[in-house]
């Protein structure tokens, strides 16, 4: 029981010390502004803010409330001192997008044919494909094809045979995606998507992942909202 408490106020100990460093201030501030303050910095903090503010209030009851200095009249569980665990983890050591999504990422030429680009969607399941005009980086998407089907069905014609990827990319909408770099963390690029769904703009379909988020870059990775979408 001793040391499940001590391990947890251990814990605090290294969270507050990383919390100090992160927000940048000096003196004495309260523990939920140093949070909101390094969040700034740290996006992960806002997920698991409920958490941390918990940790707090216990850690308080602990450290506050001895009878004597070997007694700790509040102790943590066991569930509470792993949860702890995993999230310092997290906070402390995150996951690299240049990690966690890795990848081989085809990349189309605009001189590519639609029906290829069709045919290799159709295959690997995808819904939008890597390409690269000009030397920087594009992303088309189902809804840029849909798009460039309906404007050809306004004109009353519709022939695929000699459409090439040149001819979809305009009519995917801008911010369709972004570039990432490798080291960025998994918990920027989670933000990133949030972000963009506040912001009222065109939907944000993928990250790609470059060495430094350049457009001029080779493409190491990918990231969906989908790939996001996991319970910690």
């Not at 003196?27 to 806002?46: C, D, H, M, Q, T």
């Not at 569980?77 to 085809?106: C, W, Y």
């Not at 809804?143 to 306004?154: C, K, N, V, Y």
């Given at each position: 029981?001793?040391?499940?408490?001590?391990?947890?106020?251990?814990?605090?100990?290294?969270?507050?010390?990383?919390l100090?460093?992160?927000?940048?201030?000096?003196?004495?501030?309260?523990?939920?502004?140093?949070?909101?303050?390094?969040?700034?910095?740290?996006?992960?903090?806002?997920?698991?803010?409920?958490?941390?503010l918990?940790?707090?209030?216990?850690?308080?009851?602990?450290?506050?409330?001895?009878?004597?200095?070997?007694?700790?009249?509040?102790?943590?569980?066991?569930?509470?001192?792993?949860?702890?665990?995993?999230?310092?983890?997290?906070?402390?050591?995150?996951?690299?997008?240049?990690?966690?999504?890795?990848s081989?990422?085809?990349?189309?030429?605009?001189?590519?044919?639609?029906?290829?680009?069709?045919?290799?969607?159709?295959?690997?399941?995808?819904?939008?494909?890597?390409s690269?005009?000009?030397?920087?980086?594009?992303?088309?998407?189902?809804s840029?094809?849909?798009?460039?089907?309906?404007?050809?069905?306004?004109?009353?014609?519709?022939d695929?045979?000699?459409?090439?990827l040149?001819?979809?990319?305009?009519?995917?909408?801008?911010?369709?995606?972004?570039?990432?770099?490798?080291?960025e963390?998994?918990?920027?690029?989670?933000?990133?998507?949030?972000?963009?769904?506040?912001?009222?703009?065109?939907?944000?379909?993928?990250?790609?992942?470059?060495?430094?988020?350049?457009?001029?870059?080779?493409?190491?990775?990918?990231?969906?909202?989908?790939?996001?979408?996991?319970?910690?």
């Amino acid at each position: 029981m001793q040391d499940r408490g001590e391990l947890f106020i251990q814990l605090y100990n290294e969270l507050d010390h990383w919390l100090k460093k992160i927000a940048k201030r000096r003196g004495s501030v309260p523990f939920w502004k140093r949070i909101r303050e390094a969040a700034k910095y740290e996006p992960a903090l806002n997920r698991y803010l409920d958490d941390l503010l918990e940790f707090h209030e216990l850690r308080n009851a602990i450290i506050h409330h001895r009878s004597y200095p070997a007694e700790l009249l509040a102790m943590p569980t066991e569930e509470t001192v792993e949860r702890m665990q995993v999230i310092l983890e997290k906070l402390l050591r995150p996951q690299l997008v240049g990690n966690a999504f890795k990848s081989d990422v085809h990349v189309f030429g605009p001189a590519t044919l639609l029906t290829e680009v069709l045919k290799y969607m159709r295959h690997n399941g995808y819904s939008q494909v890597v390409s690269r005009l000009d030397g920087k980086l594009k992303l088309t998407t189902s809804s840029g094809i849909t798009r460039w089907l309906a404007a050809q069905a306004e004109a009353g014609c519709i022939d695929i045979e000699e459409v090439t990827l040149g001819d979809i990319l305009p009519h995917d909408r801008s911010g369709a995606f972004e570039l990432i770099a490798a080291h960025e963390t998994v918990e920027t690029a989670l933000a990133t998507f949030q972000k963009s769904l506040h912001a009222s703009k065109p939907r944000l379909f993928a990250l790609i992942i470059t060495k430094n988020g350049e457009p001029q870059e080779a493409p190491l990775g990918i990231i969906t909202p989908r790939d996001l979408l996991v319970e910690d």
